[in-house]
């Protein structure tokens, strides 16, 4: 899942109004190319983002109902952040842009169209399964991206199992001002 939110804003940030990218039963690294060949580079302007990510749901059956709580309570708020994106990062992505040598990952589909984008995947790694979902909207100053990953855990391995929910909602707000978090809008090279 972290690997699916560090691709979420670079997954909104290709798929600008022009070219359309379609893909079913694809590899990450056919989507990639794909993105590649379709002219549907990185738009995203330069400058500082601010935004917010708020789990909207997160089920992991078996937790005990006062963890499940206080895990609902600390996640409802959201976690606001605040990057710089330089001009080199918005004219360059990072060579992992769509993780194209990820090869845990496939798209059952993918589709960039019109500022929009949805899609659906599957990572095997570690013995898991993850199903994850990505939908959204987008332009070259903000987006707004919903993503679900689904797991049905490991065999013997209590509360492996979740569903969860990320809202992701970003802006950019001017020049950057050397407040931002550490962590860059994009995945480093």
Not at 64 to 71: D, L, N
Not at 75 to 84: I, L, Q, R, V
Not at 108 to 114: A, E, I, P, R, T
Not at 120 to 141: L, N, R, W
């Amino acid at each position: 899942m972290k690997k699916l939110l560090l691709l979420a804003p670079l997954s909104l940030a290709a798929c600008n109004s022009g070219p359309t990218v379609e893909a079913t039963n694809a590899s990450v690294k056919e989507v990639a190319e794909k993105v590649v060949a379709s002219g549907a580079a990185p738009t995203l302007s330069p400058g500082r983002w601010e935004g917010t990510a708020t789990i909207t749901n997160m089920e992991i059956p078996g937790l005990p109902p006062e963890a499940a709580a206080k895990m609902k309570s600390a996640t409802a708020s959201g976690h606001s952040f605040a990057n710089c994106l330089t001009p080199e990062q918005a004219k360059k992505p990072a060579a992992d842009f769509f993780s194209g040598d990820n090869k845990d990952c496939r798209y059952d589909h993918f589709n960039m169209s019109g500022g929009r984008i949805d899609a659906k995947m599957q990572c095997k790694s570690a013995g898991m399964t993850v199903d994850a979902t990505m939908s959204g909207k987008f332009a070259s100053d903000n987006y707004q991206m919903t993503m679900t990953s689904k797991t049905a855990g490991m065999p013997g391995q209590p509360m492996t199992a979740h569903t969860m929910t990320l809202k992701m909602d970003a802006r950019r707000t001017g020049e950057c001002n050397g407040t931002e978090d550490k962590a860059p809008v994009q995945p480093k090279q």
